[in-house]
């Protein structure tokens, strides 16, 4: 199984607080590798990091995020923002800030499209319509002429996951994707995910829910404390936990 992603060692810290103690795991191709821990624990700093999006008073003080064999780390900022959009992209835990608020929701998707492949103008409406249509949103057509602000949470959560897909990246990073979602849409939007391993996009899947988890999952790692305590596939994690902290994630569900 090939890795399409491998995080080596990677360590960070807020001055002398360490906040990733030493993670290393692989995200294989074409799979879905989840990466689940209590609150705190540094999911969402393992994310930010992957896509060179630290907040100013974090820093990586040891280890390599390789993606496709590159070091990302050793990117400068215009290779990043190529990288995000068309190979890596991610669904936000907190969706506003995934938007800009004066171009509307089919403006934001167009410009990803334009940026990442060489398709007409007519063609990128087709698309952008029909990656809305996927996640589930009623009416693209309204919804790609709204304004970030003039959806509600849970569609402007699947807007913004519309917005990661739109490019078709390689690798898709989703932090708790399904939050703001009811029942029903969260069903859906797992179908969705499904398909993505059809289609060999490789997914990290931040999630607090072991029902989803247990769905999706290919590989799963366990966080604590910013420390990789426990990973391996999905079975072998949901049936033999051997770590205490991951049968105590796994009791609370
Ligand atoms: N800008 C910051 N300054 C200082 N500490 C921070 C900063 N951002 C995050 N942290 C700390 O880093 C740790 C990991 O935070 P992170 O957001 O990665 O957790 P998480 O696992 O995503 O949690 P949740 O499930 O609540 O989203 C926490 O202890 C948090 O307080
Ligand atoms: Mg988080």
């Known amino acids: 199984m090939k890795n399409l992603l491998e995080v080596k060692h990677l ?9 990733l103690d030493d993670v290393s795991f692989g995200a294989p191709e074409g799979k879905i590798t989840a990466l ?12 930010n990091s ?10 990586i003080t040891k280890g390599e995020i390789l993606f496709e064999q590159r070091n990302l780390l050793s990117l400068n900022k215009e290779q990043m923002r190529f990288l995000r959009g068309g190979h890596i992209a991610m669904i936000f ?16 998707m167009d410009e990803v499209l334009a940026a990442h492949t060489s398709q007409g103008k007519s063609d990128r409406r087709r698309r ?3 990656v809305l249509a996927k996640v589930q949103l009623p009416n693209p057509t309204d919804m790609a002429d709204r304004y970030p ?14 917005q990661a897909l739109v490019a ?35 997914m990290l899947l931040i999630s607090h829910d072991w029902g989803m988890v247990a769905h999706l999952a ?33 009791e609370v569900f």
């Open 149 to 162: 602000h003039q959806l509600s949470g849970g569609q402007r959560q699947r807007a913004m996951m519309a």
């Open 93 to 108: 835990q907190e969706p506003l800030w995934a938007f800009d608020p004066l171009m509307t929701i089919g403006q934001q």
């Open 218 to 250: 290919d590989e799963v790692i366990i966080l604590q404390n910013g420390q990789v305590v426990e990973s391996g596939s999905v079975d072998l994690i949901m049936n033999h936990p051997r770590h205490k902290y991951t049968q105590s994630l796994m």
């Open 168 to 202: 078709a990246p390689a690798l898709i990073l989703a932090d708790e994707p399904t939050s703001n979602l009811d029942v029903t849409l969260q069903a859906k939007i797992m179908d969705l995910f499904r398909q993505f391993k059809k289609e060999e996009m490789s």
């Open 50 to 59: 992957i896509l060179g999006l630290l907040p100013a008073a974090l820093e």
């Open 11 to 19: 360590t960070v810290q807020v001055g002398q607080k360490v906040l």
């Open 36 to 47: 689940v821990g209590s609150s705190g624990s540094g999911k969402t700093t393992v994310a």
């Open 128 to 130: 952008v319509l029909d």
